[in-house]
Antibody
């Protein structure tokens, strides 16, 4: 069974940092590009970052460029999102997704507030 | 960025009746290989999104055949042939060819 499980969310003050992790199983992780998508409370979906199979191709939405870093460890079948200089507007549920949305995790909530 | 526009944003439906959601993009979603990267997602209340349709008209595994997708270029449609109670939720279209990938605003389907 294809599964992705996010972790690492929580409450952080503005300007703080957080690292999200996504553990993947049930598929050949190294064969798929992976992404992070977020959803602010009561709002729609926003694609945040994308990384290809070997990490050589990475894209970010403009609002997180220079602050967020997506990475992966194919040996550990894991995806990461390092989030620095967090802002209130980064408050959202962050989803780890595979391959254009073929598989989604349950999401991890990040709350940026003082 | 490519803007995805859905209509309607709210769709009252009747059980057993058909329903349709439209989605348009500000740029063509046709890839160099001829494929069109338009997907549809369903988000039931309190749940994560789930992909229903990819590349315009391909149903994901386990998706009931009452869901169908159609369209080309910049205009697309998701149809539910006979609405069931479990279809309540928000539906999003998404383009996956131009970065950043972008979603429509969402269409809330309610009985």
């Amino acid at each position: 069974e294809v599964q992705v499980v996010e972790s690492g969310g929580g409450l952080v003050q503005p300007g703080g940092s957080l690292r999200l992790s996504c553990a993947a199983s049930g598929f050949t992780f190294s064969s798929y590009w992976m992404s992070w998508v977020r959803q602010a409370p009561g709002k729609g979906l926003e694609w945040v970052a994308h990384i290809n199979q070997d990490g050589s191709e990475i894209y970010y939405v403009d609002s997180v460029k220079g602050r967020f870093t997506i990475s992966r460890d194919n040996a550990k079948t894991s995806l990461y999102l390092q989030m620095n200089s967090l802002r209130a507007e980064d408050t959202a549920v962050y989803y780890c997704i595979r391959d254009g949305g073929a598989a989604w995790g349950q999401g991890t909530l990040v709350t940026v507030s003082s | 960025d490519v803007v995805m526009t859905q209509s309607p944003l709210s769709l009252p439906v009747t059980l057993g009746q058909p329903a349709s959601i439209s989605c348009s993009s500000t740029q063509s979603l046709v890839y160099s290989d001829g494929s069109t990267h338009l997907s549809w997602f369903q988000q039931r209340p309190g749940q994560s999104p789930r992909r229903l349709i990819y590349k315009v008209s391909n149903r994901d595994s386990g998706v009931p055949d009452r869901f169908s997708g159609s369209g080309s270029g910049t205009d697309f449609t998701l149809k539910i042939s006979r609405v069931e109670a479990e279809d309540v939720g928000v539906y999003y279209c998404m383009q996956g060819i131009h970065w950043p990938h972008t979603f429509g605003q969402g269409t809330k389907v309610e009985i």
